[in-house]
């Protein structure tokens, strides 16, 4: 499959105005142990392009308790549409101004590129879950055993070797001012 970008006045040639394109490929800048399959399909809607499709793969993700990396099934089937409009000049924009909720929509200018490698990319980074866990009963990171004593156990880096040593120091002064 070819997943360069597709021009988008071409979409006004196509039977039905409809292009269906499949991909099974590694995406740049996505973990994945598998290839990503999916199947996109982009129709010309004159003012708006419809895109809907499904895609798998399976990627490797980072469990954010344990560091551990493990493996996630991904299987989506998005559907978007996309407005077709010419880009403001940026000089004539306000600064500043609000926007509503209804107007946060995906835009492309009508005589542009739809790329959907890209698209296909952010709809499975949009499906990744936000808490990422290897196991819902994942116990996290074993922490050394707490030392009450606090200078018997060895730095676990080196650089804190001289804190240790600077503690030592001042706990025997504290200890004797007590005393008085």
């Excluded at 490929?25 to 996505?30: I, S």
């Excluded at 998005?78 to 600064?95: G, K, R, S, V, Y």
């Excluded at 980074?125 to 808490?131: M, S």
Aim: hydrophobic letters at 35%; aromatic letters at 6%.
């Amino acid at each position: 499959m070819d997943t360069d970008r597709v021009y988008i006045p071409q979409l006004l040639q196509q039977p039905e105005k409809t292009l269906t394109l499949e991909i099974e490929d590694h995406l740049p800048d996505l973990e994945t142990l598998t290839p990503v399959r999916a199947e996109i399909q982009i129709t010309h809607q004159s003012t708006f392009l419809t895109v809907k499709g499904w895609a798998e793969t399976i990627v490797t993700l980072t469990c954010h308790r344990c560091l551990k990396h493990y493996n996630h099934r991904v299987a989506i089937a998005p559907e978007e549409l996309i407005w077709l409009q010419a880009n403001p000049d940026p000089a004539t924009l306000p600064l500043e101004r609000e926007v509503a909720m209804e107007d946060l929509t995906e835009t492309l200018p009508p005589t542009g590129y739809f790329d959907p490698a890209t698209w296909i990319y952010e709809q499975i980074c949009l499906a990744l879950p936000q808490r990422q866990l290897c196991d819902s009963d994942c116990p996290g990171i074993d922490a050394p055993e707490d030392n009450t004593a606090g200078q018997s156990a060895a730095p676990l880096d080196q650089r804190w070797s001289i804190l240790a040593q600077l503690q030592r120091q001042i706990q025997p002064e504290s200890s004797s001012e007590e005393g008085v």
